[in-house]
């Protein structure tokens, strides 16, 4: 179903949604001193070097800070430091694609197959580009859609090289059901600039860079970055270089600052830059989340008794209910980088928690209950019962 099929519905839904109080009360926001002691103290507790947070409310930036080291040299981690900003990379790219919607560049469920001049599998094999001819035997590539790739209904696993063997290949029928796929992302960026001849750097450097002024924000290095940079620190506490990415990822390549980002976030929980209609279908629960945890991505599906009903699937987010009504988040995850971003629909209130430590994730609980309450966040799912402090 396009979106325009549910405008209507969607533009009565999203005022009326972000017109209801809240279900519960939320904290009083702290200033900007008691943001700093939360902020040091979850540095202590969690062994993390650095983070940077950012506290948006009624859809407007109100606190931005950034505490600890950058790197092993002990330089200060500042608002203005580039940092990897990992998968949030990916609800960027969904705002993104959001908008070539609404340009008229494709639609949400017309079939992939349509904007490309051959078949998927006669494309051939570029290094990090998508392992196409692996589906030369696998006719259910037609059936993939924007909106199952966004939702992670593709049925690819998180990425070809994952698999035993290194091959793509589909575990189930699109839109069976959840199962994070960056290697879905990498097709809908493949449609986007082979198919419609787009350069996707420069569509979300002008649709999202430029239009909210992220300034040190890019889709791949910048030799400006170099001098206000974050290394990162894994668990072990050993120190890991950033990587300067030469190649555009839709899964995620994105540098960006916790001061640019937080411009984003706010953007994005007000719905700047979309209809209503289409800024609400982000965030509809397209496909039910049915397993225990993220990872591992192929894992079986939870009975239905024990599911989290209110879980589910955006297009480049997660979406759930809880106290505070119902909210959206994304993480940003590898060795040495914990990223998370959490927004409550109702108040219009987000924390985005950006660290170069990825032992600073077991505090994100914490943080964002200071500042949210009891929000519903699926802590549990998003780090597989990872421990996380109190």
Same mark, same amino acid.
Not at 55 to 83: C, F, H, K, S, Y
């Given at each position: 179903?396009?979106?325009?099929?549910?405008?209507?519905?969607?533009?009565?839904?999203?005022?009326?949604?972000?017109?209801?109080?809240?279900?519960?009360? %939320?904290?009083?926001?702290?200033?900007?001193?008691?943001?700093?002691?939360?902020?040091?103290?979850a540095?202590?507790?969690?062994g993390?070097?650095?983070? +940077?947070m950012?506290?948006? #409310?009624?859809?407007?930036?109100?606190?931005?800070?950034?505490?600890?080291?950058r790197?092993a040299?002990g330089?200060?981690?500042?608002? *203005?430091?580039?940092?990897?900003?990992a998968? %949030?990379t990916?609800?960027?790219?969904?705002y993104?694609?959001?908008?070539?919607?609404?340009?008229?560049?494709?639609t949400?469920?017309?079939?992939? +197959?349509?904007y490309?001049?051959?078949?998927?599998?006669?494309?051939?094999? /570029?290094?990090?580009?998508? @392992?196409?001819?692996?589906?030369?035997?696998?006719?259910?590539?037609?059936?993939?859609?924007?909106r199952?790739?966004?939702?992670?209904?593709?049925? $690819?696993a998180?990425?070809?090289?994952?698999?035993?063997?290194?091959r793509?290949?589909?575990?189930?029928?699109?839109?069976a059901?959840? +199962?994070?796929?960056?290697?879905?992302?990498?097709?809908?960026?493949?449609?986007?600039e082979?198919g419609?001849?787009?350069d996707? =750097?420069?569509?979300?450097? @002008?649709?999202?860079? #430029?239009r909210?002024?992220?300034?040190?924000?890019?889709m791949?290095?910048? *030799?400006?970055?170099?001098?206000?940079?974050?290394?990162?620190?894994t668990?072990? =506490?050993?120190?890991?270089p950033? *990587?300067?990415r030469?190649?555009v990822?839709?899964?995620?390549s994105?540098?960006?600052?916790?001061? &640019?980002?937080?411009?984003?976030?706010?953007?994005?929980?007000?719905?700047?830059?979309?209809s209503?209609a289409?800024?609400? /279908?982000?965030?509809r629960?397209?496909?039910?989340?049915t397993?225990?945890?993220?990872?591992?991505?192929?894992q079986p599906?939870?009975?239905?008794?024990?599911?989290r009903?209110?879980?589910?699937a955006? %297009?480049?987010?997660?979406?759930?209910? =809880?106290?505070?009504?119902?909210g959206?988040?994304?993480?940003?995850?590898? &060795?040495?980088?914990?990223?998370?971003?959490?927004?409550?629909?109702?108040p219009?209130?987000?924390?985005?928690?950006?660290a170069? *430590?990825?032992?600073?994730?077991r505090? $994100?609980?914490?943080?964002? +209950?200071?500042?949210?309450? #009891?929000?519903?966040?699926?802590w #549990?799912?998003?780090?597989?019962?990872?421990?996380?402090?109190?």
């Amino acid at each position: 179903m396009d979106i325009k099929s549910w405008r209507p519905l969607l533009v009565v839904g999203w005022w009326l949604l972000a017109a209801l109080p809240a279900r519960a009360e %939320l904290p009083a926001l702290p200033d900007e001193a008691g943001l700093q002691r939360l902020a040091l103290q979850a540095l202590v507790d969690s062994g993390a070097q650095g983070l +940077a947070m950012a506290v948006i #409310d009624r859809g407007q930036v109100v606190r931005v800070g950034a505490w600890g080291r950058r790197n092993a040299a002990g330089e200060p981690l500042r608002t *203005d430091t580039v940092m990897y900003g990992a998968s %949030l990379t990916k609800a960027v790219f969904g705002y993104t694609v959001m908008q070539l919607v609404e340009a008229g560049r494709l639609t949400l469920d017309r079939p992939l +197959a349509d904007y490309l001049a051959r078949p998927l599998p006669d494309y051939p094999y /570029e290094r990090g580009y998508g @392992r196409w001819p692996d589906l030369a035997d696998e006719p259910r590539w037609r059936q993939l859609t924007a909106r199952l790739l966004l939702s992670h209904s593709s049925g $690819f696993a998180n990425f070809a090289f994952l698999e035993p063997d290194g091959r793509l290949r589909m575990h189930f029928d699109p839109g069976a059901r959840y +199962a994070y796929s960056g290697e879905g992302l990498i097709l809908l960026q493949f449609v986007l600039e082979r198919g419609l001849g787009l350069d996707l =750097g420069a569509e979300m450097q @002008r649709r999202v860079f #430029d239009r909210f002024g992220m300034a040190r924000t890019s889709m791949t290095w910048r *030799d400006d970055f170099a001098a206000n940079l974050a290394d990162g620190w894994t668990e072990q =506490g050993q120190v890991v270089p950033h *990587d300067p990415r030469s190649r555009v990822r839709a899964a995620g390549s994105m540098d960006t600052t916790i001061a &640019d980002f937080a411009a984003f976030a706010a953007a994005y929980v007000r719905g700047e830059g979309l209809s209503a209609a289409g800024a609400a /279908e982000l965030l509809r629960p397209q496909r039910p989340i049915t397993t225990a945890s993220q990872f591992p991505t192929l894992q079986p599906e939870l009975p239905p008794a024990r599911r989290r009903a209110d879980l589910s699937a955006g %297009l480049g987010v997660v979406t759930f209910s =809880g106290p505070q009504g119902p909210g959206f988040y994304k993480g940003g995850h590898d &060795d040495s980088t914990g990223n998370t971003w959490v927004c409550l629909r109702g108040p219009q209130r987000c924390v985005v928690i950006l660290a170069n *430590d990825v032992r600073a994730e077991r505090a $994100f609980g914490r943080l964002v +209950a200071a500042i949210l309450g #009891d929000s519903g966040v699926p802590w #549990d799912w998003e780090y597989g019962g990872k421990p996380m402090l109190r």
